[in-house]
């Protein structure tokens, strides 16, 4: 059964995509929950202005992204972790922290999706973290920093 998809469905297509699917899977999941309707004739013309609709909106995001990146080139984006004598972080820092530390700085516009990291950051000092979205990549600085701990004096 052809379905127009009216919202991006993981691991299925994107908004305005036309798929071919099974029809328990369409009756059963894709209609009741709004994210297909059948694939008429007059729906295959509203899949047109919807990929049109996509793709201005893939462009406007791709810039900002593109702004988003040349602004990260110029600021400190600094992450604290506990650490052990030798600098070693506890917990290595993960893609979702970077998005996190990257989103309390002025840049909105960078998601987690966007930073790739082979694996987790362990040890303190500058790591350079590459972002990239569709075409355009970059690479931006991350700080990490020991955090400083409150030791106690031990009694006894």
Known sequence: MKVLLTKDVPHLGQIGDIKEV??????NFLFPRGFAKPATPTAILEADGLKKEREEKNMIALGAFEEALNKLKNIEIVI????????GLF?????????SAIAKSEVKEIAESDILINEPIKNAGTHEVELKRGDISGKIKIIVKAKESKKGIKNG
């Open 22 to 27: 099974k029809s328990g899977h369409a009756r």
């Open 80 to 87: 604290e972790a506990k650490t052990n004598e030798q600098g």
């Open 91 to 99: 917990r290595g820092i993960s893609a979702k922290q970077i998005a």
